[in-house]
């Protein structure tokens, strides 16, 4: 993939920090059941007592936008319920075609080679060893058909094939005591999560679309499906996976969108 560019529809910048950041913050003053710290709904102005921000110029402003994001993290994560499954629904339900989506245009997707491809484990992790595709493939297997959900307001239910990403990550031998699992991919997207998500029973490593291998457009070699989060948590294209306590931040997060992204 060669300079890949970056598609003028997706908001970008500090327009993109405050309007995704305000919408969480304007999520957790609304919705009763995110009310944080004990019964008390907070007003802006709480949040900006919480976060210690003054919102006097652009900079306070960024500062307490992030700090209100990483509050909504936070609350995201406790309100998380390992146990609760996300919807699935039947085949004569798929959206056809699933639509394509990437930070570049489907022309900039990336081709990566099969043959000699090597998932890098690292971090904190017993069995650091590289795993080729054959050897991912012959992993226990689980399909599932869910809905993904891209911020840029579209949904769409697809059918992906893969293995069960937490009994994975236990058979390699991963602290799953540890914060985050994070991700780097062949077309320099990364993501991470958060440990209980990637224990969740519906999170796949997915190798296939459809009943079939999972073509470039949708990740190919592989993609982290994961329907209680959005979109832009489903990495394509992996290529080396980390289990760490530090936080590794994402793409799009990098650039204001909020970390949990929970849907
Ligand atoms: N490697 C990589 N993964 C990615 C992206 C990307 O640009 N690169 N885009 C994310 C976003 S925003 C969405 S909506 C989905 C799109 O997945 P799809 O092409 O299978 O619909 O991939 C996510 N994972
Ligand atoms: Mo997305």
């Not at 007003?43 to 209100?68: E, R, W």
């Not at 190798?207 to 190919?220: H, I, N, S, T």
């Not at 936080?247 to 949990?260: E, H, L, S």
Request: neutral net charge.
């Amino acid at each position: 993939m060669n300079n890949p560019i970056r598609k003028p529809s997706r908001p970008i910048g500090h327009s993109l920090d405050r309007e995704s950041i305000l919408i969480d913050a304007r999520r957790e003053l609304t919705m009763p059941s995110r009310r944080l710290f004990g019964q008390r709904l907070l007003t802006l102005g709480g949040l900006s007592m919480l976060t210690g921000c003054s919102l006097v110029d652009n900079d306070s402003v960024n500062k307490f936008l992030t700090a209100v994001s990483r509050l909504n993290d936070r609350a995201q994560a406790a309100l998380f319920d390992p146990k609760q499954l996300a919807p699935t629904y039947t085949e004569a339900q798929i959206t056809r075609p699933f639509p394509f989506n990437a930070f570049y245009g489907i022309d900039d997707v990336p081709e990566v080679d099969g043959s000699d491809y090597q998932l890098k484990i690292g971090g904190l992790v017993k069995g650091q060893r590289a795993w080729s595709l054959p050897e991912l493939y012959a992993l226990p297997h689980a399909e599932q058909i869910t809905r993904h959900i891209c911020v840029e307001g579209w949904s769409a239910i697809g059918r992906w094939g893969g293995t069960p990403f937490g009994d994975f990550l236990r058979r390699i031998g991963a602290d799953t005591s540890a914060k985050y699992v994070g991700f780097r991919c062949a077309d320099d997207y990364y993501e991470s999560i958060d440990m209980p998500t990637a224990l969740h029973p519906q999170t796949l490593l997915t190798f296939e679309y459809d009943g079939e291998r999972l073509p470039a457009k949708y990740g190919f070699p592989m993609k982290l499906r994961m329907p209680t989060k959005l979109g832009y948590k489903n990495p394509k294209h992996i290529v080396e996976m980390f289990v760490t306590n530090t936080f590794p931040g994402g793409y799009w997060v990098d650039q204001g969108y909020n970390w949990f992204g929970g849907s």
